[in-house]
């Protein structure tokens, strides 16, 4: 067992529909486990966006390289689409990945 596994908390997500934007507030880890699951969510979200998904990451715990990945991966679909993709209030832990792997640059992330 991954060292520290038992201390981590699985990924919950939570929509709220505003003016013009879907909220997507994020608790727990986005690692190989919750990761997949909001991907799955995001895709489903930005289909039916009209202009801004803002991904809440106040109460993420854990990221790593798949949860980046899958971040990385929703940036580029909501390019695709036409809509804002934002990354609302990182967690420190979150903004200490996103800082240290250069990610700061590719999002608009908003406090």
């Keep these: 067992m991954e060292e520290g596994a038992s201390d981590r908390k699985p990924v919950d997500f939570t929509l709220d529909e505003r003016e013009g934007e879907t909220i997507v507030r994020v608790a727990g880890d986005l690692d ?29 715990d854990f990221l790593d390289s798949l949860g980046l990945s899958m971040l990385v991966a ?6 695709e689409l036409g809509i804002d993709f934002v990354l609302a ?3 420190p832990a979150s903004r200490r990945v996103l800082e240290i792997t250069r ?6 992330i908003v406090e």
Excluded: K
Excluded at 74 to 79: F, G, L, T, V, Y
């Design 32 to 60: 190989a486990t919750g990761a997949p699951a909001l991907r799955s969510q995001l895709v489903e979200t930005m289909e039916s966006a009209t202009h801004r998904v803002v991904l809440d990451l106040s109460a993420v």
């Design 74 to 79: 929703a940036h580029r679909r909501a390019h």
């Design 89 to 91: 209030s990182p967690s």
């Design 103 to 108: 990610l700061t640059d590719l999002f608009t």
